[in-house]
């Protein structure tokens, strides 16, 4: 995105975080918002702003690191916030894998593959994602998949998870959004 704050670029009119932030607030009883830059304008949603303590950002495990400790829940939901379209269902059927495969991971399928930004997860597993990023392994899907996650369905909507991560993405999704593919079904994932 040219170094610009992702969570604060405007798609149709609103900033990402916004759409992330009513889609995600119903869902849950308190959110947490991982910002390393910018913090001011995550704080204005009244939640805690979370920021890595390494000076590098290494990385989805160290803002997961921080996620887990701040947690005032012993489960923490993780969202990107590139994706405006998260289901709304996501925490039910985040639960629903969890309790059916009896682990501590969950992770949204999209019908192709796994969706790890998108996930539920034990905060007992701290301990171990700091050993493994101590260690050196950066990898979100890495450290998720050693722990034998269920995998939560989402086949029938695979476009919930797609995300806004370069400027020719806004331009197709600002398409999409805006009706000018013909079938009912892409609106529906896509609305306005």
Same mark, same amino acid.
């Given at each position: 995105?040219?170094?610009?704050?992702?969570?604060?670029?405007?798609?149709?009119?609103?900033?990402? !975080?916004? /759409?992330?932030?009513?889609?995600? +607030?119903?869902?849950?009883?308190?959110?947490? #918002?991982?910002?390393?830059?910018?913090?001011?304008? $995550? =704080?204005?949603?009244?939640?805690? &702003?979370?920021?890595?303590?390494? @000076?590098? $950002?290494?990385?989805?495990?160290?803002?997961? *690191? =921080?996620?887990?400790?701040?947690?005032?829940? %012993?489960?923490?939901?993780?969202? %990107?916030?590139?994706?405006?379209? #998260?289901?709304?269902?996501? =925490?039910?059927?985040?639960?629903?894998? !969890? +309790?059916?495969?009896?682990?501590? &991971?969950?992770?949204?399928?999209?019908?192709?593959?796994?969706?790890?930004?998108?996930?539920?997860?034990?905060? *007992?597993?701290?301990?171990?994602? =700091?050993?493994?990023?101590?260690?050196?392994?950066? /990898?979100?899907?890495?450290?998720?998949? /050693?722990?034998?996650?269920?995998?939560?369905?989402?086949?029938?909507? %695979?476009? @919930?998870?797609?995300? #806004?991560?370069?400027?020719?993405?806004?331009?197709? @999704?600002?398409?999409?959004?805006?009706? #000018?593919?013909?079938?009912?079904?892409? /609106?529906?994932?896509?609305? +306005?």
């Amino acid at each position: 995105m040219q170094g610009r704050d992702k969570g604060l670029v405007l798609f149709q009119g609103r900033r990402l !975080i916004d /759409r992330v932030v009513n889609r995600l +607030e119903p869902q849950v009883a308190a959110l947490l #918002l991982s910002a390393n830059r910018h913090a001011e304008d $995550y =704080r204005a949603f009244g939640w805690p &702003v979370l920021s890595d303590t390494d @000076a590098e $950002y290494p990385g989805p495990l160290a803002g997961l *690191s =921080r996620g887990m400790e701040a947690a005032m829940t %012993p489960w923490l939901l993780t969202v %990107p916030c590139d994706g405006p379209w #998260l289901p709304q269902d996501l =925490r039910q059927r985040l639960v629903k894998a !969890i +309790e059916v495969g009896k682990t501590s &991971v969950a992770i949204a399928h999209d019908g192709k593959g796994a969706q790890f930004s998108y996930a539920l997860i034990h905060c *007992s597993l701290h301990g171990d994602l =700091r050993a493994c990023f101590e260690a050196g392994d950066r /990898r979100l899907g890495g450290w998720l998949m /050693r722990h034998n996650p269920a995998l939560a369905d989402f086949s029938d909507n %695979p476009q @919930a998870f797609t995300n #806004l991560n370069r400027p020719e993405d806004f331009d197709r @999704a600002e398409r999409l959004g805006r009706g #000018l593919f013909a079938d009912t079904e892409t /609106r529906e994932y896509f609305p +306005e």
